[in-house]
């Protein structure tokens, strides 16, 4: 059996239920041109590495995929954006989603947490950049609620006014032992959704480990997502502490960025 291009490079492909007609996956350090310290696969144009080794990089990307990933400039925000044909790369966003076949909604990440989502019918797909600040968002509302409600115009009419039915899938991110916080970011979960403090753990000088798997977990669950896959905080999912296949930027600093993609077949 001939094995698709997705399977013959060390990414990651969800374990999850979606549709047939819905792919995903995640990459990793390999499969790339660039030189340390962006070895191999980095696929972030703002990251200092040569700008021609990320054109090569992102070709190998969309020929894997065999669809278009569109790459957006993030801005730790909650902003989400619809993806169309014509959308260009560059568009400022945190999220994006999308029901046009052959587009892959695409989000870089080098520590954040990457949330691919998509409905049961497979219909629409969504890629989410959920770093501390757009999970936490403002007064409780924040990039997966931002979403959520993308979600809502695009739903089918089959659907009820006040429910999707999504699943989601959480990529590699800095891991609950090594997300190391101050009590500013403890508050910005907790003052809105009391029941974060269980993913915090207190250290010495006022620092905490925030778990962001279980941070986007709670939040996923208080919208009614209650299947999600992929990270579960343990320690093959961290970034920072594989450092032979993830980048990672708070561990290196100077970092390439890998990719989360979905896109109806």
Request: glycine share 10%.
């Amino acid at each position: 059996m001939t094995r698709s291009p997705l399977q013959t490079i060390d990414w990651l492909l969800p374990d999850w239920p979606a549709p047939p007609n819905v792919r995903a996956v995640c990459t990793t350090r390999s499969g790339g041109v660039s030189v340390p310290p962006y070895d191999s696969l980095n696929l972030g144009s703002h990251v200092g590495d040569d700008a021609n080794a990320v054109a090569r990089n992102r070709a190998v990307l969309q020929d894997a995929l065999c669809a278009k990933p569109v790459f957006l400039t993030q801005v730790h925000g909650t902003d989400m954006l619809t993806l169309a044909v014509e959308t260009p790369d560059g568009a400022v966003a945190d999220g994006v989603a999308t029901r046009e076949p052959g587009l892959a909604c695409t989000i870089m990440v080098a520590d954040c947490l990457p949330v691919l989502l998509c409905d049961v019918h497979g219909t629409q797909v969504a890629a989410v950049h959920a770093g501390w600040r757009g999970l936490a968002g403002v007064g409780g509302e924040g990039v997966l609620e931002s979403v959520y409600r993308q979600f809502m115009p695009l739903a089918p009419v089959k659907y009820s006014d006040n429910a999707i039915d999504l699943i989601a899938w959480l990529g590699p991110c800095i891991g609950p032992n090594a997300f190391e916080v101050g009590a500013d970011v403890v508050a910005a979960f907790t003052r809105s959704h009391p029941q974060a403090a269980a993913c915090f753990k207190p250290l010495s000088g006022g620092k905490w480990l925030a778990d962001l798997p279980m941070l986007a977990r709670q939040r996923l669950a208080a919208l009614g997502v209650s299947r999600v896959f992929g990270n579960d905080g343990s320690a093959p999912w961290c970034t920072v502490g594989n450092p032979l296949r993830f980048f990672s930027h708070r561990r290196d600093r100077v970092s390439g960025r890998q990719a989360a993609c979905i896109w109806l077949a």
